[in-house]
């Protein structure tokens, strides 16, 4: 009777059964994901859905505070399920160990009142930012790298993701390539929680349509409001490995010791090669672009639709193609 005595100072009884009575996704158990569960958690979001692929490393650890060294090897969705139902037994919390991707989408985000994407992926924000905005569910989106990020809420009558960043900056990176200080996803982390709490509890002024910053580097807070951000006209999509068809002009832009061909009908071709000849689309076929993370595939799908006016979907194959 006594757990949330001071936030109910806050939010009354009928906003802690508000919470109690919600169905939260989140997506990503790592750096960002760790602050966000734990904090939902303390604060009594009656249903959390974890969904993590990957398991706890040592090299998590700096930053994801939330696992010990017995954790490691452990699928990070169970370890996380475990260590907050330690914290608060009476919630109901389900760990998924899978990925999300635009075949499964849909359905898991259905099931739920908000979506968090905490995920170190690109291809994984925007197919999020998708589904919630063809849903009409809210989205809270963060991205941490080095010593900076951000958190956003969108979707659910806000702009989505797309609307606020259309296209990819030149320079596009993850933690595993650039790195990430420790507090930095703590902070962003936490005020993506603040902002699903918001969200929750309808609390004004909303943080949908609300972007906040943060640079640690230079000690730094910022923040605009992006509400009447328009939503792009031709929005590159990505697609699952699983949809692809053979009448496609599929391309795998990936070197050969990142793994097999996407399909056995794609043709390999090197992003830079690509943009200096890239193969011409029958009429009416649609042009399938191929690579690890998604980041060549857009960059080549903006030099083909300068030239060909066929239809160009993404698709981001993870470490291998599946099969």
Avoid at 64 to 82: H, W
Avoid at 116 to 127: E, G, K, N, T
Avoid at 246 to 256: E, K
Avoid at 261 to 284: D, H, K, M, N, V
Wanted: aromatic content about 4%; proline content about 8%.
């Amino acid at each position: 009777m006594t757990r949330y005595t001071r936030q109910e100072a806050v939010i009354g009884s009928e906003g802690q059964a508000r919470l109690g009575a919600a169905r939260v996704l989140v997506v990503g158990a790592g750096g960002l994901g760790v602050p966000v569960l734990q904090y939902l958690a303390g604060a009594g979001v009656g249903q959390i859905t974890i969904l993590d692929p990957d398991r706890v490393e040592v090299s998590n650890l700096h930053r994801q505070p939330l696992y010990r060294i017995a954790d490691c090897g452990v699928p990070k969705a169970e370890a996380a399920r475990e260590a907050l139902l330690a914290l608060n037994p009476e919630l109901r919390i389900t760990a998924c160990v899978q990925a999300i991707d635009p075949d499964n989408a849909a359905q898991i985000v259905a099931a739920h009142d908000l979506a968090l994407d905490c995920a170190d992926s690109f291809a994984v924000s925007y197919i999020l930012s998708d589904t919630c905005l063809a849903l009409g569910l809210p989205l809270i989106s963060a991205s941490a790298l080095e010593r900076s990020g951000y958190a956003g809420g969108f979707c659910r009558g806000a702009p989505s993701l797309r609307a606020v960043f259309p296209d990819l900056p030149e320079r596009a990176a993850t933690c595993a390539a650039a790195g990430v200080m420790g507090p930095v996803v703590g902070a962003i982390g936490a005020m993506q929680a603040q902002m699903a709490l918001a969200v929750l509890l309808d609390m004004a002024p909303s943080p949908l349509g609300q972007m906040v910053t943060w640079d640690a580097a230079g000690w730094r807070m910022g923040g605009f409001r992006f509400d009447g951000a328009p939503e792009p006209d031709r929005p590159l999509r990505f697609i699952s490995p699983a949809t692809i068809q053979a009448g496609d002009l599929t391309i795998d832009l990936r070197d050969p010791e990142e793994g097999p061909l996407a399909t056995p009908w794609a043709l390999r071709i090197s992003p830079e090669r690509l943009g200096a000849e890239p193969p011409a689309a029958a009429p009416g076929q649609r042009v399938v672009l191929c690579c690890r993370s998604g980041l060549r595939a857009w960059r080549a799908a903006r030099q083909y639709e300068t030239s060909s006016p066929a239809e160009v979907v993404l698709v981001a194959l993870g470490q291998h193609p599946p099969g």
